[in-house]
């Protein structure tokens, strides 16, 4: 430590005396159904082309199933899951069931937890359905029982229903009294042997149009979300799934960052992940797991640790200690447009160029460059701190595409740089050229290689590949859509073809101008000058634009610039840049979620306040001290900042 130069010592306190400092031991964990540290994973799933009006829905045992209740076509619909419980790689079965003979305006549905019963509730019956399948969790299986229980006596908008996982109880959740209803039932999951506790609990304080309804696993916690909050609230119960006992927890998890307007809400079996389907009848994917660490005192009197989600750091078997120390470096999760934020930093590229229309990093954020139409070049800039456009300074170095293209719009680059490839509204083409060394523009040099683009777009706008160049993608202004290409030799343009697949983006953007993948493929954006916006989808098959479709997802660049022209993330997302023609000027966001730190309650603060979590990538340093063996603990932020 005596080293570092970039921290600020504070309160500095001797680890263990005399004792030789060592390394301590954390043993892992994780908590589920924690409201309180949940953060959005960017990730959702379009129902839509099912029914525009999702309520509803419910996964099977595993989470490889899943399952949409819809008004509209009073049907529920069944879905697969590549990956359990990755709302992003659902896909429909083709397979649905229609309750409309029992229900007309169904709203919920829950499995019986076998998947051998399936139970709807909806506005028109004011009660519950039950109906048997031959084949567990196959709706195509499903059949009405002929049996009901009315619900009618307690509330005639009922918005969820919810079981206890041995099946003796159930509860309904109405939106006239606000409350939820307990029943029970004398033989377990036969609703001909249900019957009312006379048991009820308000949460008209927190919330008076309700919709989602959820338990955790051993019923000490309750969930209720609504739309007139756009929030989901947290109760707990002294007595495990007794409402009588219930009360509201002062938790809560905002919604209105990623969507409004919620409507059904569940839990994955673990409660590590929450997901909400929203009126836009898309369903969003949320983290709700704090990690535990715990810092075994017996150990050592050093530990170290990198937050790789929200954690927790429990204290166990302190004996004769007296102080330790902590060292947590902050991390973050990248690409998140839902809660992107302009970093009010910029960097005018106009004495270069007046209307530029492309920007590309090199691999590790210290070049960067700049294309644009009036000088028909890329000019090059070189940042003394890696993907921070406040240190980017201009190189004296241009390369000029006039003898290809007059009015170039797209450019990429490979993934070392020694290839560069520009695509333009004249020509209708890609072109590529070699840098050696790579991403050096004063070394480019065209390798009388294109590939004419223009049965699938009149003016390309933008091109980008996939992580090992064996895919290219094309956006285009005349069709409004990406188009995709297969290279046999990777990033060889030569070898490129149309793959005859493309997507559409006309019902976001009419004049898109620049597109991007996250760093595994599974999501897309897109930017263009029509909406000043940048728009989010999924794709459940990663870099495969024919399983695309859009997340609902969106952030607004107007303030910035009302004439987008790129769109370009740092390496993990955590950083977005926007180029535009009427300020001629890069702009720099956030697009991250920090994780959070929370720390034990025995530990007292100065002030009484637990210091702020490290963000990402800074390294922070802690001191603990006991002298009662463990009981109680004192905190102080030591260092921070470390380099």
Known sequence: ?????????????????????????LTSGSEGYN????????????????????????????????YVVGRTNQSIFQYSLSTSYDISTASYDSVSFSVAAQETNPIEAFFKSDGTKLYVIGWDGDAVFQYGLTTAYDISTASYDSVSFSFASQDTVATSIYFKPD?????????????????????????STASYDSVSFSFSSQETNPYGLLFNSDGTKMFVTGNTSDATFQYSLTTAWDLSTASYDSVSLDHTTVMTDPFGTRFNSDGSKFYVVASNDTIYQYSTALLTQTLDLSTGNYFNH????????????????????????????????????????????????????????????????????????????????AFDLSTASYDSVSFSV???????????????????????????????????????LSTASYDSVSLNVNSQDTIPTGIIFNNTGSKMYMIG?????????????????????????????????????????????????????????????????????????????????????SNPRSLVFNNN???????????????????????????????????????????????????????????????????????
């Open 573 to 643: 997302g955590t950083k977005m840049y926007i180029i535009g023609t009427t300020t001629d000027s890069i702009y720099q966001y956030s697009t991250r979620i920090d994780f959070t730190i929370t720390w034990p309650t025995s530990i007292e603060w100065p002030d009484g306040t637990a210091p702020v979590s490290p963000s990402d990538g800074e390294k922070d340093l802690y001191t603990i001290t006991t002298d009662d063996s463990g009981t109680t603990y004192k905190g102080v932020l030591s260092a921070y900042n470390l380099s």
């Open 477 to 561: 202004q005349s069709s409004d859509q990406i188009h995709q290409y297969t290279l046999t030799a990777d990033f060889n343009l030569s070898t490129a073809s149309y793959d005859n697949v493309s997507f559409s983006i006309a019902s976001e953007e009419t004049s898109p101008m620049d597109m991007a993948f996250n760093s595994d493929g599974t999501k897309m954006y897109i930017v263009g000058s029509s909406s000043d916006t940048v728009f989010q989808y999924s794709l459940s098959t990663a870099y495969d634009i024919s399983t695309a479709s859009y997340d609902s997802v969106s952030f607004n660049v107007n303030t910035q610039d």
């Open 167 to 191: 099946g003796t109880k159930f509860y309904i959740m109405g939106a006239i009294n606000d409350a939820v209803f307990q029943y029970s039932l004398s033989t377990e999951w036969d609703m």
């Open 306 to 385: 990198t937050l790789t989600e929200n954690t927790q750091f429990p204290l166990s078997n302190a004996g004769n200690v007296q102080s330790f120390q902590l060292e947590v470096t902050g991390g973050a999760i990248g690409y998140n447009l839902a809660g992107a934020s302009y970093d009010s930093v910029s960097f005018s590229v106009a004495s270069e160029e007046t209307v530029p229309y492309k920007i590309r990093f090199n691999n590790d954020g210290t070049k960067l460059y700049v294309m644009g139409v009036v000088g028909d070049d890329i000019n090059q800039y070189t940042l003394s701190t």
């Open 402 to 440: 006039a003898s290809q293209e007059t009015d170039p719009y797209g450019l990429a680059f490979n993934n070392d740089g020694t290839k560069m490839y520009i695509t333009g509204n004249v020509s209708d083409s890609v072109f590529q050229y070699t840098l050696s060394p790579g991403f050096d």
């Open 35 to 66: 409201l309180s540290v949940a953060s959005y994973d960017n990730k959702s799933f379009s129902v839509a082309s099912q029914d525009t009006n999702a309520n509803g829905f419910i996964f099977n045992a595993t989470g490889t199933k899943l």
């Open 1 to 25: 430590m005596a080293n570092d130069k970039d921290f600020i010592v504070k309160d500095a306190v001797e680890v263990g005396g005399s004792v030789k400092t060592t390394v301590g031991t």
